[in-house]
C-alpha cells in the first residue's frame, strides 16, 4: 500500500502561482499512476491531472493544460502540479491520488487518496 500527504497549499492572489506536493510513503511512488483531483464547496470531485507510473505521459482536465503541469519524481517519492494564472474559480480542496491500474478522470477508479490541501484564490 502506499499512503499519499499533500503540502503547498494556500492562499494565493489571481494571476498568482502555486506549487503543490505529494509525498509517498510504503510502496514506492513508481509502480502507482498517480493525480490530482480537486474539489470545491458544493462541488462533486474533479479531475485535475494524472500521470503514468513512468512519467512518460500524462493527461489533463478540460480547459487546465496549459496552466497546471502534473510533474513526479519516482526516486523522491513525490508528485507535483505546478499551476500559473490561477483564477477564483480554482479554489479548491486539491487531492492527490493513486492507482495501480487507473488512469481515468473518475475518482472512484483510484484506491489511494491523500487528506487534501487547501487552495484558496482572492480576487
Known amino acids: 500500500q502506499v499512503k499519499l500527504t499533500e503540502s503547498g497549499g494556500g492562499l494565493v492572489p489571481a494571476g498568482g502561482s502555486l506549487r503543490l506536493s505529494c509525498e509517498a510513503s510504503g510502496r514506492g511512488l513508481e509502480y502507482y499512476n498517480a493525480g490530482w483531483f480537486r474539489q470545491g464547496p458544493g462541488k462533486e470531485r474533479e479531475f485535475v491531472a494524472v500521470?503514468?507510473?513512468?512519467?512518460?505521459?500524462?493527461w489533463y482536465g478540460d480547459s487546465l493544460k496549459g496552466r497546471f503541469t502534473i510533474s513526479r519524481d519516482n526516486a523522491k517519492n513525490t508528485l507535483l502540479l505546478e499551476m500559473t494564472n490561477l483564477k477564483p474559480e480554482d479554489s479548491a480542496v486539491y487531492y492527490c491520488a493513486a492507482d495501480l491500474g487507473s488512469t481515468s478522470s473518475r475518482a472512484r477508479t483510484y484506491a489511494y487518496w491523500g487528506q487534501g490541501t487547501q487552495v484558496t484564490v482572492s480576487s
Open positions: 500521470s503514468l507510473y513512468s512519467g512518460d505521459k500524462a
